[in-house]
């Protein structure tokens, strides 16, 4: 009687696997396609970016190949590029311009917001705060679907006739905005808005089921100040991206009825061929205006993620608690407030008033206030640590330096005076792509190369690791820094050639050294490609938590099935940073240990809670533990 | 078998409430940013001056009117299914649908008031802009409709009542933020002719 009644251990485990069983091999479809499981739909971001990382790292190549060869017979690349290439040999210079605008949206949309927030907010925000699932599985399907499409049409738009966008990243109008201008602002400019539009909805949909599950779904005991940073980073993300992204939604979509319907709000007093457009009334700097207002706030869409990931994988491998916890946390928020008013210093040269201009340099500089803070507890949490240089650790460590040498000319590009000098040339290409181009794609390789254990079950080669990172390191300097020199000898960004230009031909080397490096860089990713997909095969198989790390990620099964934990969600009793305490046993202790389960190593409050809990009798549970 | 009692501070659940709603009015914030972002193009695109002036149509106070009262009606539809009084909130969620039509109906006639005063979307922003705000916020209001539409067809399920109120009370908020938006819209476009 009493048998059928009671469940060993072991009889309810072989149950819950089997339960998970029933869930995961459904069906090819319904598990690896539309999957609502936030794990899948991870993965699937991850891959789609990499696929996109990989196709806008080839187009930089094909324009530094331009830029840094200017006179190289370049028809080995027919298979390739075909009609792309002039008779001589070389890219077709409004090709060109195509290559520069897709390689910008790719990187910036695709691969940095969807394949790293995307990734990483789907994947650790519920298994980090304790939830079974997002919000809503079926919202986050469709996000990625969202996303999907977007990148089908953006992927067309670079094989039609007229070629893909051509009028820059930030497709200011009137470039954009009349097909005469230039052969990529016809369809290919059509799709890329067709693209963006669907891009937003599914990066809205992403955000609303980030911020719904990282305030209502916390498990027992996850109180906001015990939450990892990785999730306030991805929270701050998510409500960044919810205020930024429709005010690009309105640009794209006035854009959108300038082009197709004949209105006049960003057009007006234009003439060509001598013949004056019938568009009266509008104004180019609304597009610049509108646009800026998610522009630079998207620099942090993109930033930030990569710092939560840097913050969690700097402690986990210094053993160390983070440093200024709150700081971090306080340095994120003004960051995320600062990135909605700083917007008009991608506009100092429009003609604005220089009043308006110094408000917007002092909002600008203040900046390097939260960032200020934010290296010097990275710098602090690493400073006597029990280093263990992982890969992860070592990109993490790379994003700081990037952050910090890429943040520094910030300061002077967000001066409205020496803005002047240098707005538009190869200086803000450098100080972009080091700032957020490269610190956030260091975020992102740090954390595929951390948290591949609990995506995959198994383990990264460190040896191919280290050689991927100090090849990308070193070629990632070798590719900006020269740009700086280049930048403040005044050459403009965007130019196809300056061979024409006594004055510039002087750094024809420069670029060149630039352009070899990018190679390299561009080359040792597939190094990084090949031990992934190795890895996913044939890695070694990882234990449960590979980094004695102390989320909550890590008290799940190798491989954790559909709803994450087999049995109950565990509840949270200490913050995520308990690394190295003296006293304790090791040097971790994860966030579902209660302190009565540390005496040797509580601190006095921490006994002091303890005893406040067993003076309130309703607060007391009595565990009653078999031995 | 020995055992031991030990002693372990019982976590709280943390501050939550029901993910929908939240969602939705998450979803509501950043429909309020599109129309920001078109209310501040609008002041500094109008400050620049050439700025042709014209009046808006009158319609446009009816189909006020018209979404205010489909509002009440709505919220009484809700105080409705909380009483579990069913043949009424098939009635009123029905009555909303039906005036959420007409304020489309309405706005369509505006925009030919408009025509008729030779404003078209195309020509100076100032009429464009009054195009787009009013069309955009139709766009959402369909959305509007179509929910009313799903609410109503659960009415008749019996699927609302007091017990389950989480449908009917997202519909809700948002048919209120329709409302609200409009007569944001319309103040705005008055106050900044």
């Known amino acids: 009687m009493a048998a059928t009644v009671t469940h060993s251990p072991a009889e309810v485990h072989v149950h819950d696997e089997h339960g998970h069983d029933e869930h995961a091999h459904g069906n090819f479809w ?6 609502e499981d936030h794990k899948v739909i991870a993965k699937q971001f991850l891959i789609t970016g990499m696929i996109w990382a990989l196709i806008g790292g080839i187009l930089s190549v094909l324009f530094r190949l331009q830029l840094g060869f200017p006179e190289a017979n370049l028809s080995w690349l027919k ?30 949309f695709f691969v940095l917001t969807a394949g790293l927030s995307g990734t990483f907010s789907n994947f650790l925000i519920p298994l980090q705060v304790g939830a079974r699932d997002m919000a809503s599985g079926f919202m986050n399907m469709l996000s990625y679907w969202f996303f999907f499409l977007s990148s089908v049409v953006m992927l067309t738009s670079l094989f039609i006739s007229t070629g893909p966008a051509a009028g820059g990243w930030t497709i200011y109008p009137p470039l954009s905005a009349l097909p005469q201008a230039i052969s990529g602002s016809g369809l290919g400019m059509t799709l890329w808005l067709v693209s963006m539009a669907l891009f937003i909805v599914s990066s809205l949909l992403g ?33 960044i991206g919810i205020l930024a992204f429709p005010v690009l939604f309105g640009a794209a979509l006035l854009l959108i009825f300038d082009r197709s319907f004949g209105t006049s709000f960003y057009l007006s007093d234009i003439y060509i061929g001598g013949e004056a457009l019938p568009n009266q009334g509008g104004s ?107 890969p992860a650790m070592l990109f993490s460590i790379g994003l700081v330096s990037f952050f910090l040498t890429g943040g520094i000319t910030g300061l002077f590009l967000g001066n409205s005076a020496v803005d002047i000098q240098l707005h538009d040339t190869y200086f803000v290409v450098a100080h972009f792509h080091l700032v957020m181009g490269s610190a956030s794609f260091f975020g992102m390789m740090a954390g595929v190369y951390h948290w591949f254990p609990k ?30 020199y280049i930048g403040i000898a005044g050459f403009p960004r965007r130019y196809y050639t300056w061979t024409t230009f006594e004055t510039f031909s002087g750094f024809a080397d420069l670029n060149m050294l630039v352009s070899i490096a990018a190679i390299i860089t561009l080359s040792a990713q597939f190094i990084f490609i090949f031990n992934f997909v190795y890895a996913i095969f044939r890695g070694k198989k990882a234990p449960a938590n590979p980094w004695n790390s102390n989320t909550l990620e890590w008290t799940t099964p190798r491989l954790p099935g559909h ?51 067993l003076g309130n009798n309703g607060a007391i549970v009595v565990e009653n533990k078999k031995h | 078998m020995t055992s031991e009692f030990r002693i372990v501070e019982e976590p709280k659940q943390p501050l939550a409430m029901n993910a929908k709603k939240f969602a939705m009015w998450l979803f509501l914030v950043s429909v309020g940013m599109l129309f920001a972002a078109f209310s501040s193009a609008y002041i500094v695109r109008q400050a620049e001056g050439n700025w042709v002036d014209f009046s808006l149509p009158s ?79 139709g766009a959402h209001l369909i959305g509007g409709i179509v929910f009313l539409i799903i609410v109503l067809i ?23 933020f329709l409302g609200g938006l409009w007569i944001y819209l319309f103040v705005f476009l008055i106050l900044n002719r």
């Open chain 2, 59 to 137: 319609l446009f106070y009816y189909t006020t009117a018209i979404i205010v009262l489909s509002g009440i009606s709505m919220q009484w539809a809700y105080f409705a299914a909380k009483k579990d009084e069913f043949g009424k909130v098939k009635t009123l969620v029905g009555i909303t649908a039906v005036l959420g039509i007409a304020f489309l109906v309405g706005q369509v006639i505006g925009w030919r008031q408009l025509t008729e005063s030779s404003i078209y979307l195309v020509g100076n922003p100032s009429g464009s802009f009054v195009y787009i705000l009013t069309g955009l916020h």
């Open chain 2, 154 to 176: 659960s009415a008749f399920q019996m699927k609302i009542h007091s017990k389950n109120l989480l449908q009917i009370e997202l519909c809700v908020t948002y048919w209120h």
């Open chain 1, 455 to 484: 995506m995959f079950g198994r383990m990264m080669d460190n040896r191919l690791g280290y050689i991927h990172f100090w090849l990308t390191f070193i070629g990632v300097y070798l590719v900006f820094f020269p740009m700086h």
């Open chain 1, 79 to 108: 298979p390739l590029l075909g009609g792309w290439l002039t008779a001589e040999g070389k890219i077709d210079p409004e090709f060109y311009l195509a290559l520069v605008t897709m390689h910008g949206t790719i990187m910036v």
């Open chain 1, 284 to 390: 180019p700097i609304l597009f610049q205006h509108l646009f800026w207002f998610l522009g630079h706030p998207e620099v942090y869409i993109v930033l930030l993620p990569a710092l939560g990931l840097s913050s969690e994988i700097i402690a986990t491998n210094s053993r160390k608690p983070i440093f200024g916890y709150k700081a971090m946390v306080g340095s994120m928020m003004f960051i995320a407030i600062l990135s909605f008013v700083v917007w008009a210093h991608h506009m100092f040269v429009t003609g604005m008033n220089p009043f308006l201009g110094s408000i917007f340099t002092l909002l600008t500089l203040i900046i390097a206030v939260p960032s200020a803070v934010k290296i010097f507890n990275y710098v602090t949490t690493l400073w006597k640590g029990n280093l263990i240089f992982t």
């Open chain 1, 30 to 35: 319904t598990t690896y396609i539309f999957s």
């Open chain 1, 207 to 239: 955000s609303i089921n980030y911020i719904t599950t990282v305030i209502n779904l916390r498990t027992k005991g996850m109180t906001f100040t015990k939450l990892p940073l990785t999730i306030w980073a991805f929270f701050f993300t998510a409500i």
């Open chain 1, 563 to 613: 709803g994450n934990w087999p049995g109950e969600i565990p509840t949270v009793y200490r913050w995520p940073y308990d690394y190295s305490k003296p006293g304790a046993k090791d040097d971790f202790i994860p966030q579902n240990v209660p302190y009565s389960e540390t005496p040797e190593s509580n601190f006095p409050f921490e006994n002091e809670q303890i005893k406040l809990e």
